[in-house]
């Protein structure tokens, strides 16, 4: 079950994939991770994807890597009364808060913390950015806006509010339902939606306490405000780009993403590129070009993964969905400018002994022609330093800690294994040859690259490399 390509595949199980024969069709196609969308679905449907997910992983013998993905707080208007309601362009709306239902004049907005923060010349974006307006004038329980784009209005419609900094947490009661039924389960990443701040990230680390790994989801500007403490405390990002595009202009995404994928890895943090990414494949077998050049703009920009919603969630084309997918990573990181794009990014390294070593693991493999990097990892902190210069070989990460494994199915360039943990040199050896040769990376004459922490089983603390002959 080796994958050779770097970049991995997350992909959204739902109705259109929820059987376990097409969870491991999807699984063979290319899936490394699979997305449960918390937003969608009980939870007993995602206790079957889940359990289906783990018999496959037991059935193949290789980590699969599981996402939950919380829905987050929602900002929605409340009812109407004969909906729908046209909004007319230039006419001047009233928000109230207030449970009671509103016309074309007057709509409820039951979120007292929107009337709290809200000010005049802040951007109402209401149902996915279809209708604008712009806040002409504040009180305590209302509020006044000019309608800058307006249409069709109907009840419930989410209202993104990219100027107004809210101070809500990330996790609402179902959030936090769902997050202790998914850390019940098993799962290995934990995405966090509406992240804004800091202090979002410490909130969840609180309540998962090292038992899944932390995405911060990027979909909100005021994240930007704090991006850099964001992306030190989450163990991973989502580059969310289907809420953002809605909260920024549509042309600011591109450099936006660029920055978040560049931020990671420098940080040594794996990043998904998120949404919309073949949507046309919801509805057809094949993609856009548009679309398979997004895809490979990803990869040129150095993500570890990319992902799937719609199109493997509820599409009529989940499988096809995956294969194209698989096959644009593969042929764009075979393209002749592929190696050099990754390498002139190539972070500043720093300057401590465990980045000086994976570093150094990744140049030594490239100058004696190793056939791949073996890195022992007990917390999967090594696999990432070494994942963070972008080798041109493959990493092998062997883990006796198999939710580490799970994790580092994200990680670009990376091969998880499951195996019993090292006690000295020797063993570390062996062990390496062993796992080198039976997955597939290496066989007999070989060489390979052999880096770890001294003494084995602690975490964090690379400092020792070999080179090694199968």
């Known amino acids: 079950m ?20 097409l969870i491991r069709t999807l699984f063979v196609a290319g899936v490394d991770v699979f997305r449960l ?33 919380l829905q987050g707080p929602k900002i929605r208007i409340g009812a109407l009364n004969s909906p729908p309601v046209r909004l007319e362009t230039g006419s001047t709306v009233r928000f109230r808060l207030s449970p009671e239902p509103g016309d074309a004049h007057e709509i409820p907005l039951p979120h007292a913390e929107v009337f709290r923060k809200i000010l005049p010349g802040h951007i109402l974006m209401i149902d996915d950015g279809k ?15 000019r309608v800058v784009v307006g249409g069709s209005l109907t009840d419930r419609k989410g209202v993104n509010l990219p100027d107004t900094e809210l101070a809500i947490s990330p996790l609402t009661d179902k ?7 998914g850390l019940g389960l098993g799962v290995d990443w934990v995405a966090l939606s509406f992240v804004q701040r800091p202090a979002d990230i410490l909130e969840a680390q609180g309540l998962i306490k090292g038992r899944a790994g932390i995405m911060a989801k990027i979909e909100k500007p005021a994240a930007f405000d704090r991006i850099e403490d964001i992306v030190a405390l989450a163990d991973a990002v989502m580059v969310a780009r289907g809420d953002l595009g809605v909260e920024i202009a549509p042309e ?22 998120a949404t919309q990414m073949l949507e046309s494949m919801i509805k057809s077998p094949s993609p856009t070009r548009a679309e398979a050049s997004d895809v490979a703009t990803a990869i040129y920009d150095s993500a570890d993964a990319v992902m799937l919603s719609a199109e493997s969630a509820s599409g009529d084309f989940p499988v096809e969905a995956v294969t194209m997918m698989d096959r644009i990573i593969s042929r764009t990181e075979s393209h002749k400018l592929y190696r050099s794009i990754i390498d002139a990014l190539q972070p500043v390294a720093e300057h401590t002994i465990p980045h000086a070593v994976a570093a150094a693991a990744a140049d030594v493999a490239s100058q004696i022609d190793a056939t791949t990097i073996v890195a022992f990892t007990a917390s999967g902190t090594t696999a990432l330093r070494v994942a963070r210069k972008r080798p041109k070989v493959p990493i092998v990460s062997v883990s006796p800690d198999p939710s580490t494994a799970r994790r580092l199915a994200l990680l670009w360039g990376t091969h998880s294994v499951i195996a019993q943990d090292v006690a000295n040199y020797d063993e570390m050896v062996e062990s390496a040859r062993s796992q080198a040769y039976q997955e597939g990376f290496a066989k007999t004459g070989d060489r390979i690259v052999v880096v770890a922490g001294v003494p084995f089983g602690r975490a964090g603390s690379t400092n020792n490399l070999r080179v090694v002959t199968v």
């Open 37 to 69: 969308n918390f937003s969608h679905g009980t939870h007993a449907d995602h206790e079957r994807r889940f359990s289906a997910i783990r018999a496959i992983e037991r059935e193949v013998g290789r980590p699969i890597g599981i996402l939950q993905d």
């Open 175 to 181: 959030d936090r339902a769902d997050l202790a039924f």
């Open 131 to 145: 209708l604008r307006l712009e806040v002409s004038g504040c009180e305590t329980d209302r509020f006044d806006a």
């Open 252 to 273: 600011e995404v591109p450099g936006k993403q660029k920055e978040l994928v560049r931020l990671c890895r420098t940080a040594g943090k794996p990043v998904i590129v």
């Open 2 to 21: 080796r994958r050779h390509r770097k970049a991995k595949i997350v992909a959204t199980l739902g109705p259109a994939s929820s059987t376990p024969e």
